[in-house]
């Protein structure tokens, strides 16, 4: 079975300091992990992926992850948030054989102060 | 625009009356999925499609949940008699399933639903 944990159900940061948000998985198998932001009123928007290429993942908007096996973490890291990263962010999980169905997390809220 | 759409947007309907949504994946997609979203929640798997074939469906999808997707191309989601609790945003995604490799889902905008 696979399932998704973020750690935290919200961040607040200031407007220029790093950003973390934390994701923990579970996975049988061999595992795609992903990192998915959500506006306001916005659809899904893919940020990053991990499909067993690179362990350091960079993504769109500066945002990137880093995926740890021996602690089965993929958290996603900016060094400086922007006013425009107050969003909700999901970490997903898929398996990298046929099945192939994304797991969601229940996301963390970002909250960038000025 | 090439991607993922939904319709309709929005739909308000009366406790009981039946529904219906459609998803249009990217054309070459083979793989449709659905997810329901409530508000403060991640989207929970509601069930998918490979070409035509339903492959899986959760327990979150009662009997007044069906879905079909006739020609392996758009799909469409029909909630019967329903209810309050079937309040959510309903979202579609589509990748392209290859052998040894594992794409990312796109998704559409979803269709809110308001049962009043």
């Known amino acids: 079975a696979q399932s998704v944990t973020q750690l935290d159900s919200h961040v607040s940061v200031s407007e220029g300091t790093p950003v973390l948000l934390r994701c923990n998985y579970s996975s049988s198998y061999s595992p795609s992990l992903f990192w998915y932001v959500q506006h306001p009123n916005k659809g899904l928007q893919l940020l990053l992926k991990?499909?067993?290429?690179?362990?350091l993942v960079k993504g769109i908007n500066g945002f990137e992850a880093e995926f740890k096996k021996s602690e089965t973490s993929f958290h996603l890291t900016k060094p400086s948030a922007h006013m425009s990263d107050a969003a909700e962010y999901f970490c997903?999980?898929?398996?990298?054989?046929?099945?192939?169905?994304?797991?969601f997390g229940a996301g963390t809220q970002v909250v960038v102060t000025p | 625009d090439t991607g993922v759409s939904q319709n309709p947007r929005h739909k308000i309907t009366k406790r009981g009356q039946n529904v219906t949504f459609r998803c249009d994946p990217i054309s070459e997609h083979n793989r449709l999925y659905w997810y329901r979203q409530t508000l403060g929640q991640g989207p929970e798997f509601l069930t998918y499609?490979?070409?035509?074939?339903?492959?899986?469906k959760s327990r979150l999808l009662s009997d007044r949940f069906s879905a079909e997707r006739p020609k392996g191309s758009f799909s469409t989601l029909e909630i019967q008699r329903t209810e309050q609790g079937d309040s959510a945003m309903y979202l579609c995604a589509s990748t392209l399933l290859r052998t040894g490799a594992n794409t990312e889902a796109f998704f559409g905008q979803g269709t809110r639903l308001t049962v009043v």
């Open positions: 997903v999980v898929s398996l990298t054989d046929s099945w192939g169905k994304f797991q």
């Open positions: 991990y499909t067993s290429a690179a362990t």
């Open positions: 499609f490979q070409n035509e074939a339903q492959l899986e």
